[in-house]
């Protein structure tokens, strides 16, 4: 987690201790500086809350692969729940490898993902992505859990209907 600083690399902390203290503001610069003190605060604690989110329905998501694994294994004959089972894991394991190698990129390599600001040109939208092949060029970690959650789950609901 990156500490709170300010672009000129001064801390936030000891920024709004001098803003509170320093006797040679103005009324008015002193609530500048506390403004922009609790600004850039709630900037940090709003990215781990969102954060935090993404993670938390990424969880919530994947464990209905859990559901469905109960599901198929009440589908079938107690012979072959084994084999259901190991179904669903493999599902889980393969949707990882795909999406991590390739999947992501596909879906999102050539456009921003969302709350980055725009630097692909409207006019020029592609079909499938052509970047972040492997994580390489992202930092949204949080974000490719939540679409592989996805992704491995409706991989698992197409497995079931097979059961």
């Known amino acids: 987690m990156t500490s709170l600083y300010f672009p000129g690399g001064t801390p936030v ?9 320093s006797p040679n503001l103005t009324t008015d610069e ?31 998501v994947f464990y ?15 012979k072959n729940v084994q084999n259901t089972m190991m179904k669903n894991i493999l599902d889980a394991c393969g949707a990882s490898l795909g999406y991590y190698s390739v999947g992501f990129a596909f879906a999102w390599g050539s456009s921003n993902l969302p709350g980055q600001q725009s630097t692909v040109d409207s006019s020029s939208t592609s079909f499938i992505g052509t970047t972040n ?31």
């Open 13 to 21: 902390y000891a920024k709004c201790i001098s803003a509170l203290s």
């Open 30 to 60: 002193r609530q500048d500086e506390i403004l922009q003190c609790l600004g850039s605060t709630l900037d940090e604690t709003m990215s781990g809350v969102n954060t935090f989110y993404l993670i938390y329905a990424a969880s919530l």
């Open 133 to 163: 092949f492997f994580l390489t060029e992202t930092d949204e970690k949080a974000f490719f859990l939540f679409q592989y959650a996805f992704a491995a789950t409706s991989a698992t609901v197409v497995a079931g209907t097979l059961a």
């Open 64 to 78: 209905m692969q859990a559901g469905f694994a109960m599901l198929c294994a009440g589908s079938v004959r107690l």
